[in-house]
């Protein structure tokens, strides 16, 4: 059925469908306004010229010279003096052609204006096509950000133009204002951000995904969310990692970093392509670095270097190796230790035998300064020297472990604690009013454990006089975490209650002290933001874990060699090698000794081929500077001297 309409209803909905087409249809009307015109009053000016001719007969003029003086008033009304002296007729057609000009230029001006302002906001809103490649691409936004942009700037501190791209759906001017206050050591790491959808294919070609060498898909919530959110950040990174799988293409050579809760969701999008997505459970390796770090004071400090690029990092490097062995392999480096191999199936063993004879195609695994730093000498860089093994081991025994507060790692931290202690052991969660959530999860652990029985303590770690009735000093180990339970608890907020608690422990430390006991206790914590960093150091902590940090290492260190994730995965575990922070009596029947490092390294051999990778002085773990005692990889011909409370970094199958 058609509609009736009159003739100027239908010329003004068309006009009106015209111009919605946006800014180009304005442009083009108002162009063809003006050349209609000057036409049409260029055609009135010769009109005018007939009747002068009429009246004065020695008029010379033109259609031509009309249109240029109708263009030159249109364009500039000061031109109107020009028919001063005139006839009549053209100051008219001056006046017309001097209004017009008036009203079409002023609204060009207006629509260039406004042009202009649209296009600034557009570069500000960053919808324009990223042009780069081989840059890194960060999807999704959070406060790990910052940390992964400092360390892809270790990372690529010797690339020419490293280039970083995040895309997320927060406003680019928000994300450009945050980084600039957080982010200011950026070196010659460029970045560009972009604002959209980050599961959307058209996002993804605007910032050219197919060209990135990495992409690192973060979640859209922390580790303290409820399940609900957790969940629902699953699905946003699985819809956003088969959106980039399926952008890229099967021949595009990009490694895919994604954050992920859920352990079944985990396997989902592994299997979505098993050789280009590395998938990480940040909780999961918080809460078992945490367990580790409780077994060994300076152990978190190892693994703050080892996982970022400012320290010294692992390297999988091969060589000709003409036959040599591994154990004469360690000392053909001038800069770096060998832990272990990868063999060509992609299997990697740590501590390999002494007396392996390495084959051509067999890769080290190497810790190194920078990978340019590594190159393997024909010739030894010395010969160490040997020295008397003290034979002695750490007798296990029950522990006793004291968790004040509550986060998500609770579950994985006391299931992993288990696995190191002896039967009998126990852990006590203090927690005021604790939900029944908690409960539950008390109750099955109890349920499943073996060597630790969990019991629930009803009181508040930031009072001081409750914290006092549980002789917190009488444990092995405490831990403290978070201790507002909501899911919505700021970093700053959660760090600031963390340091209450630290400063009610010291005060009770002083006063235990005061009262002649032989205080042992390792006090753990957990730090949100890294510029609570310092503060932390300052209260009393023996290892703190800054969490964000941490796994933002780990993200970039895995983009840049996903088969480190490998490393990782044996490392975090209390089957097979780990690294640990070991007293150096253990070792030497006599202290304090001097020698040089690699004579350490032929030491420590001797026990269970374990591998010393750097030692700790005990009189400068609460210097920051000194990094807090440890000194990992130093020299092999470096001279060291150990006393009775250092501490040898080494890597072995236990922390006996």
Known sequence: MSIQASKQEQLRYQFDTFLAKGSRALFVALTVAFFVALLAIGVVRFFFWGVDWMLHDEVTKSLSQGIWFTWLQLTDPGNMAQDNETFVGYKITAIIAGMTGVVIFSALIAFLTTALDQAIDDLKKGHSRVLETGHTLIVGWGPRVPEILRELVEANESEDDPVAVILAEEEKEDMDEHLRELWTDRRNLRLVTRSGPTAGLGSLAKVSAEHAASAIVLATCGEAASQEDKLSSDAKVIKTVLAIIAHVGDD???????????????????????????VIDSNEILAKIMVQTSRTSGLSVVYAELLSFEGCEMYFHNDEWNGITFGALQFHFPDGVPIGIRKPDGSIAMR?????????????????????????????????????????????????????????????????????????????????????????????????????????????????????????????????????????????????????????????????????????????????????????????????????????????????????????????????????????????????????????????????????????????????????????????????????????????????
């Open 252 to 278: 595009a050579e990009i490694n895919i970093v994604a954050e992920v809760f859920d352990e079944r969701n985990r396997a989902v999008v592994k299997d979505i392509a098993p050789d280009r997505i590395s």
């Open 352 to 656: 390999t035998d002494p007396d392996y004879v390495m084959a051509d195609d067999d890769e080290i695994l190497i810790i190194a300064d920078d990978d340019s730093t590594i190159e393997f000498e024909s010739s030894p860089v010395m010969k160490p020297k040997e020295m008397p093994l003290k034979d002695m081991r750490i007798e296990p025994a029950k522990e006793r472990m004291l968790i004040l507060g509550w986060s998500p790692k609770v579950e994985i931290l006391i299931s992993e604690y288990s696995d190191y202690v002896l039967e009998g052991s126990e852990v006590h969660l203090m927690i005021p009013s604790a939900s029944d959530d908690i409960k539950a999860v008390v109750e099955d652990l109890n349920s499943e454990l073996d060597n630790a029985s969990v019991t629930l303590i009803d009181k508040d770690p930031m009072s001081s006089e409750e914290l006092a009735t549980v002789d917190p000093f009488s444990y092995n180990v405490v831990i403290i975490l978070k201790q507002n339970t909501s899911e919505d608890a700021a970093p700053e907020r959660v760090d600031s209650e963390t340091i209450i608690v630290l400063l009610h422990l010291r005060k009770l430390l002083r006063m235990a002290m005061a009262d002649g006991r032989d205080v042992n206790t390792k006090l753990i914590t957990e730090v949100l933001d890294s510029s609570n960093q310092e503060l932390i150091s300052r209260a009393g902590v023996d290892d703190f874990i800054i969490s964000n940090r941490m796994v933002s290492m780990m993200f970039a260190q895995i983009s840049c060699e996903p088969d480190i994730q490998d490393v990782y995965d044996d490392l975090f575990q209390e089957d097979g090698s780990e690294i640990y922070v070991k007293p150096a009596w253990l070792y030497f029947d006599e202290l304090p000794v001097t020698c040089r490092f690699g004579d350490l390294m032929q030491h420590v051999r001797g026990r269970d081929t374990e591998i010393c990778i750097g030692y700790k002085i005990g009189a400068l773990e609460t210097d920051a500077d000194e990094n807090f005692g440890v000194k990992l990889i130093p020299l092999k011909d470096s001279m060291v001297t150990l006393g009775p409370g250092d501490g040898l970094v080494v890597v072995a199958e236990d922390d006996m």
